[in-house]
């Protein structure tokens, strides 16, 4: 990890990303050496050179192999990643491929598929993607303001990239077609949350009940502006395409300042396009959870510049907001039983919940925020 990246951009990692640098090349690999040996031979390929852990891997557990076709990634899905999911992110990439857009490359197996199954376990491998990520990074504000552009270009050319286009499989999120309903609707929303607000009365760990107790006591809030939501929305027109679910700087490799690939697409889904935009802006947040807004208008602009929002279209935007930060409140909170932690993802869910009123309460700044994006670059 050097503090000097690419011409152009001086970054110096933040503690917390050197930590997690060096833990993860301390620990042993998170996928067993047999398994590894076994699904690389399914793709003809054998380690030649060091294994080690992708450093910041969240979800899943990803290695970094050398073989006799040079470095590769080979991923380790979540338990409950359900193979019809998987297909569905893996058709994406194949049409993005397509494209020669810039996203993670599968590898083909011999047999052809770029799926793995073994001991009831789901794998996969990608070639790997050099650069550099500036994701917790300190960097100055134009480097910063530079790498926003290019963040705002890449979403809007994966937008414009993916409209009409429909994977194979199924996700759990999002919508089932560019005509139909949410994959969970209202209803899933209201039984589920009654389940967590049960389930999360006795938790034995104590910090992980301050949260669930805040969640609890605001769960009938968050079903209420659910309901309200979609009942203001029903007729809102508004552009549905794939979405990456969870863009901003962390899944991003810079091969230079104005130049990216885009990594991770398993949060990929049918959304409202708005979605994408109101994930990655929420993530621009300083310590004290302040919004960058200089962030937040470079990437807005550099986006309406290659994919435009209409002005019809952006006069739904905090509601687009407020919706998909409630709704992401109920699936951290879902993940945290499903997953069995961590407290994090109660701490998110119950973030998300306070996220929701920014912009509804703020009209000046949702104002601003589309004067910016009308500004020349």
């Known amino acids: 990890m050097s ?13 917390s990303k050197l930590r997690a640098y060096i833990t993860s090349h301390l620990r042993s690999p998170d996928i067993s050496s047999d398994a590894v040996r076994e699904v690389l031979s399914e793709y003809g390929l054998n380690s030649t050179g ?16 050398g073989t006799q076709e040079g470095p590769k990634v080979l991923k380790l899905y979540r338990a409950d990643w359900r193979a019809e999911t998987i297909a569905y992110e893996h058709s994406i990439l194949a049409y993005l491929a397509g494209m020669d857009f810039r996203a993670p490359r599968l590898c083909a197996t011999s047999a052809g598929s770029t799926r ?4 009831g376990r789901n794998y996969c491998v990608f070639e ?11 960097l100055f504000r134009p480097h910063r303001k530079r790498l926003m552009r290019t963040a705002g270009r890449t979403l809007a050319r994966l937008h414009r990239q993916l409209q009409g286009f429909l994977p194979v499989g199924r996700h ?3 919508f089932s077609s560019y005509a139909g309903d949410r994959t969970r609707d209202l209803t899933w929303h209201v039984k589920r949350v009654s389940e967590f607000k049960q389930r999360s009365r006795q938790l034995g760990d104590p910090s992980a009940q301050i ?30 395409t794939i979405i990456h679910g969870d863009f901003g700087l962390h899944n991003l ?7 990216a690939t885009l990594m991770d697409f398993e949060l990929a889904r049918l959304e409202w396009r708005l979605g994408d935009l109101v994930s990655c802006l929420s993530k621009l947040r300083n310590r004290r959870g302040e919004y960058d807004l200089q962030s937040i208008h470079e990437l807005l602009a550099a986006y309406q510049d290659e994919c435009p929002v209409s002005d019809e279209e952006w006069r739904w935007f905090p509601l687009v907001w407020r919706h998909y930060k409630l709704v992401k409140a109920v699936q951290y909170w879902s993940s945290y039983f499903e997953t069995n932690g961590p407290v994090r ?32 670059l």
């Open 116 to 119: 793995v199954s073994i001991s």
């Open 253 to 259: 490799i810079f091969q230079d300042a104005d130049t």
């Open 50 to 65: 060091v294994i080690q852990n992708m450093p910041n891997a969240r979800r899943n557990r990803n290695l970094i192999v």
């Open 128 to 138: 790997y993607e050099s650069g550099s990520n500036y994701s917790s990074m300190f």
């Open 211 to 240: 949260h669930a107790d805040w969640l609890v006591s605001h769960a009938w809030q968050i079903l209420d502006d659910l309901t309200d939501l979609k009942h203001a929305m029903k007729d809102a027109d508004l552009p549905r």
């Open 345 to 376: 993802k109660l701490a998110l869910a119950r973030d998300a919940v306070n996220q929701a009123v920014w912009l509804v309460n703020d009209p000046l700044t949702v104002a601003g925020l589309r004067s910016g994006m009308k500004r020349e």
């Open 3 to 15: 503090v000097f990246s690419y011409p152009g951009i001086i970054s110096v990692p933040r503690p």
């Open 172 to 174: 759990h999120l999002g």
